[in-house]
Nanobody, 116 residues
Framework: QVQLVESGGGLVQPGGSLRLSCAASGSISRSYVMGWYRQAPGKQRELVAQISSSGTTVYRDSVKGRFTIARVNAEIAVYLQMNSLMSEDTAIYYC??????????WGQGTQVTVSS
């Protein structure tokens, strides 16, 4: 079974930057989509950004121009570069991997807090 290992996150001031990383264990021979979701207290989990194995990206409107998702070459891994962070970006961020024809795997989550 594929497992996801997340890193990054933490406390940053408004306007600051953070980078989240996520790597999958094992090898994958099918097409996949890997991305980041977030969940703030009292709110539903929402998609932040995702990238497919072919390189297609999707971003939430509120993060366009501020966040960048990219794959790590030769690995089943992605990073999410978050710039110009705002208090509204405060949430637990979860890595997600969806492999064609199989199930979805979630990471354990990492806290991102934007506060002065």
């Amino acid at each position: 079974q594929v497992q996801l290992v997340e890193s990054g996150g933490g406390l940053v001031q408004p306007g600051g930057s953070l980078r989240l990383s996520c790597a999958a264990s094992g090898s994958i021979s099918r097409s996949y989509v890997m991305g980041w979701y977030r969940q703030a207290p009292g709110k539903q989990r929402e998609l932040v950004a995702q990238i497919s194995s072919s390189g297609t990206t999707v971003y939430r409107d509120s993060v366009k121009g501020r966040f960048t998702i990219a794959r790590v070459n030769a690995e089943i891994a992605v990073y999410l570069q978050m710039n110009s962070l705002m208090s509204e970006d405060t949430a637990i961020y979860y890595c997600n991997l969806a492999i064609a024809g199989t199930g979805t795997t979630w990471g354990q989550g990492t806290q991102v807090t934007v506060s002065s």
